[in-house]
C-alpha cells in the first residue's frame, strides 16, 4: 500500500487552517503533519517534517510566504518538499512571485473540496499545479507590468521542438495534452519535458512557464 502524502499546512489564520486540515483528512491517503502561522515557522516546521507538499499562504505578518517558498525550495535537504501558493485571487500579483521563487504553482482557497485533495496528489506525484486560465492571467499581468525587455539568448540551447513543447507548457497544457495538441507520444513528450528542465536549469515544470514568458517566447495575451 502506497504510504500517505504528508502535507504542511501555512496560514495566518487558525480557521483556514483547520478546515483545510478537516478537508484534508477525510482522505485516508492524506495526512497532515504540521501546521504554522507565519513564513520563519513554516521553514522550521518543514525542516523538521520533511513533507510532501506545503500549502503556503502567500499574505502573512511577518516574514512572507514567498521568502518561506524561496528558503525552503533551495535548501538541498528539503529538495523532496513540493510547496503550492494558497490565494484568494487568481489575478494576485504574488504568484508570478511564488513561481519563481520555487512554488510548484498556485491554488485557490475556495477550490472545491475534491480540486483541492486532488491538487495535493498531484503536486505530490511531481507534477506542476498550474491552471490554463489562471496561468495566464498571473503571468500576463506579471510580465506586462515588468519593466524592460526579455531576454532571448536563454533559449538559444533549445532545438525548434523543444521550443515547441515550452510554449505549449506555458499556458498550462498537461503533457497528453500537447502530445495531442503537436501529433507527440506521450512519452516523447515526457522526454522534452526533462530536456527542458536540464537545459533551461528549472526546477520543475512551474518555473518553465516562468523561462518562456520571461525570455519572450510566449507573450501577454497569448
Known amino acids: 500500500m502506497n504510504a500517505a502524502v504528508r502535507v504542511l499546512i501555512v ?6 487552517r483547520a478546515g483545510l486540515r478537516a478537508l484534508l483528512e477525510r482522505d485516508t491517503g492524506l495526512t497532515v503533519v504540521g501546521e504554522a502561522a507565519d513564513g520563519a515557522a513554516a521553514v522550521a516546521v518543514a525542516a523538521a517534517e520533511r513533507p510532501d507538499v506545503v500549502l503556503m499562504d502567500l499574505h502573512m505578518p511577518g516574514a512572507s510566504g514567498i521568502d518561506a517558498i524561496r528558503r ?50 498531484l503536486v505530490a506525484a511531481g507534477e506542476a499545479l498550474l491552471s490554463p486560465a489562471v496561468t495566464r492571467r498571473v503571468m500576463d499581468a506579471a510580465v ?14 533549445l532545438s525548434d521542438r523543444e521550443r515547441d ?58
Open 72 to 121: 525552503i525550495t533551495a535548501d538541498p535537504d528539503m529538495a523532496a518538499v513540493r510547496v503550492v501558493a494558497l490565494t484568494t485571487y487568481g489575478t494576485d500579483e504574488h504568484l508570478f512571485a511564488a513561481i519563481r521563487a520555487g512554488a510548484a504553482g498556485f491554488l485557490l482557497k475556495d477550490s472545491r473540496p475534491d480540486d483541492l485533495r486532488g491538487a495535493v496528489r
Open 144 to 157: 506586462g507590468a515588468a519593466p524592460g525587455g526579455v531576454d532571448t539568448n536563454r533559449l538559444a540551447v
Open 11 to 16: 496560514d495566518d489564520q487558525e480557521l483556514v
Open 165 to 222: 513543447v515550452l510554449a505549449e507548457i506555458a499556458v498550462g497544457l498537461s503533457n497528453l495534452e500537447i502530445a495531442g495538441k503537436l501529433h507527440l507520444s506521450h512519452a516523447t513528450v515526457r522526454t522534452y519535458v526533462s530536456r527542458l528542465l536540464t537545459k533551461l536549469g528549472a526546477r520543475d515544470r512551474a518555473q518553465l512557464v516562468v523561462v518562456a514568458y520571461e525570455t519572450g517566447l510566449v507573450r501577454p495575451g497569448r
